[in-house]
């Protein structure tokens, strides 16, 4: 009952990546400026990151001593994946905020990837 209680609590909290991202994209259309747009991806990472680490104890709940540990370490494989991709996507040409604004973007965008995924492993029988 516990853990059901947990499930819909997480699935209530937490919107689509769709709306996060059109809320983000929403800011940045507004931003007068470089800081403007750097600081909403920054928010917007911000506040995925905290809903994936919030997921992620949440699914280490549902798991066996073993199964925690596979878990664990796919997690930290593909934290180095996002950070390595979102390194790589930025444009060589671009320079600090949009750079900077850039990588905040595509981080946001794979955090609520995987945090949908998180979602959906909670949900599942």
Request: some cysteine.
């Amino acid at each position: 009952m516990k853990l059901l209680c947990l499930v819909l609590v997480i699935l209530l909290s937490f919107p689509v990546a769709a709306t996060e991202l059109s809320e983000m994209d929403t800011c940045l259309g507004q931003a007068k400026g470089l800081a403007q747009m750097k600081a909403c991806t920054l928010n917007a990472f911000k506040q995925a990151d905290q809903s994936l680490n919030f997921l992620y104890r949440a699914v280490l709940e549902t798991q066996t001593a073993t199964q925690k540990k596979r878990f664990g370490t796919a997690q930290q494989a593909w934290l180095k994946y996002r950070d390595s991709y979102c390194v790589q996507f930025m444009a060589a040409e671009l320079k600090g905020d949009e750079q900077i604004t850039l990588k905040y973007r595509c981080l946001t965008k794979l955090t609520l990837e995987r945090n949908e995924h998180f979602s959906e492993l909670l949900s599942s029988p």
